[in-house]
């Protein structure tokens, strides 16, 4: 089957600025500089600006240095436009979904470019109900700010102020304290907690260690430069070790905008997300929180999930890659769980988007009422051997090539109805992605390294 990378595939081609996820690109270079920041905040605001009322913006972010570039650009096109602007300094990406809707703001913004490296950067929207936006008003926006900044200038009596909102942490330690249940404590658990550096480095500790937890904190000395950088949800071998070297009972590695996490067990092993939602799944289910009848996740996410998920009476919905994709298909469906199997998991009792923190909370909370080890509470299934593999090639559509398409059909006869191939084509690069699972890991192996040689003969 064919799907569409996280980039956006034709989502990408139809709008030049805004991804699925925001805009991100390159610090100081082109989206991403001053000017282009201006313009955004001056084009957002006037798409946001409706009614007679005080308009108001909340603006967040992590803590790469280009974000003190960034955010006072923002702020000025956003007051330029008539906004009020309300600064919220280093909060987590779900902070900001949460703080727009409780702050009654018109429009949330989060400067972050989460798991990637300090020198890229970007901006997430939400909209007043905390959802991010739709790709028909990012649209609408770029068309403002290809019509210049002067047509989203406000009068001079109009301009907005900015002040600074100084208990906005607290608030969102509170939020994140009361998703976990008021009858369990972690008291008598060693939790490693990595905030890699970034948007979580102060609250997440707090929260772990409020509830009751001893907690080891690592990654929460960022500098503006080491976000991401050995350590977090991309790099969890810190935790992994740390883990390990304190003896603890879970480790939990968020990203720099924590949004996202990865947890490892008492032994230091690697927990992803498909095994995370196994477990709310089961325990929501168990204690009648569970709704529509099943989870959202992508077509990455294994097979082992979705077996594991029909024994128990349960359906996987599946999505293309993207976390606003599982966010559509749970409004849509009326479920509540949903995510990724790169960490990205959204709790919809909870949070609008993904949040890192209220995900590790969730499984504590299973240890701490059934007294078990993580090993045994997130251990599910067996997954399927699984494989992927990146292919670059010289531009156009590889995938239309008559000997790929031979290929492909082979490798999915090979694979029956016992496994999946998924090809997906990046939307920021010449690069096919190909993946395969099944219960037979040779096949697995040899049907993703046919169809690569098949795309890489493919070649002009």
Request: charged share 25%; net charge neutral.
């Amino acid at each position: 089957m064919r799907g569409d990378d996280e980039a956006g595939g034709k989502m990408t081609a139809e709008r030049k600025i805004f991804g699925t996820d925001g805009v991100r690109g390159l610090a100081n270079a082109g989206a991403m500089t001053p000017a282009a920041m201006l313009n955004l905040g001056i084009a957002a605001g006037r798409a946001f600006k409706n009614g007679a009322h005080r308009h108001r913006v909340v603006i967040g972010k992590d803590t790469r240095l280009s974000g003190y570039m960034i955010e006072p650009a923002l702020t000025a096109g956003f007051a330029a436009s008539g906004m009020d602007v309300f600064l919220l300094g280093p909060l987590p990406t779900p902070a900001m979904a949460m703080l727009t809707r409780s702050l009654r703001a018109d429009l949330g913004v989060m400067i972050s470019a989460s798991h990637n490296p300090y020198h890229d950067n970007g901006v997430k929207f939400f909209g007043p109900d905390g959802y991010k936006l739709s790709d028909e008003t990012e649209a609408r926006i770029e068309r403002y700010m290809a019509e210049g900044a002067g047509e989203g200038l406000a009068g001079s009596l109009e301009l907005g102020r900015v002040k600074r909102v100084d208990d906005a942490g607290a608030r969102y330690i509170e939020f994140a304290k009361n998703s976990f249940p008021k009858s369990l404590s972690l008291e008598g658990l060693r939790v490693v907690i990595d905030c890699a550096n970034g948007a979580a480095y102060k609250v997440a500790p707090t929260v772990l260690w409020e509830l009751g937890a001893e907690v080891k904190e690592i990654g929460v000395e960022p500098d503006g430069f080491n976000i991401n950088s050995q350590c977090g949800s991309t790099a969890p071998r810190s935790m992994q070790d740390a883990v390990r070297e304190y003896r603890a009972d879970i480790g939990i590695a968020l990203d720099g905008d924590a949004d996202r996490v990865i947890i490892c067990d008492e032994k230091g092993e690697i927990v992803d997300g498909d095994q995370i939602l196994a477990l709310i799944a089961r325990t929501w289910r168990k204690n009648g929180k569970l709704r529509g009848g099943g989870v959202v996740s992508t077509v990455m996410s294994n097979m082992g999930l979705e077996k594991y998920l029909a024994g128990e009476g349960l359906k996987l919905e599946r999505t293309k890659v993207g976390d606003r994709y599982v966010v559509e298909t749970m409004r849509a469906k009326g479920i509540n769980v949903g995510g990724e199997p790169s960490g990205h998991v959204i709790l919809s009792d909870y949070a609008t988007t993904g949040d890192g923190l209220v995900t590790g909370l969730q499984v504590l909370a299973v240890v701490a009422a059934e007294g078990c080890k993580v090993s045994d509470a997130c251990r599910s299934y067996e997954p399927y051997p699984q494989v992927l593999q990146n292919v670059r090639h010289a531009g156009g559509d590889p995938l239309a090539n008559a000997i790929v398409k031979a290929a492909i059909k082979d490798a999915e006869a090979r694979l029956g109805s016992k496994g999946r191939l998924v090809i997906r084509p990046s939307g920021t690069e010449p690069v096919i992605r190909v993946m395969a699972e099944a219960e037979d890991a040779r096949l697995v192996r040899s049907v993703v390294v046919d169809v690569c040689a098949a795309i890489d003969k493919a070649r002009p």
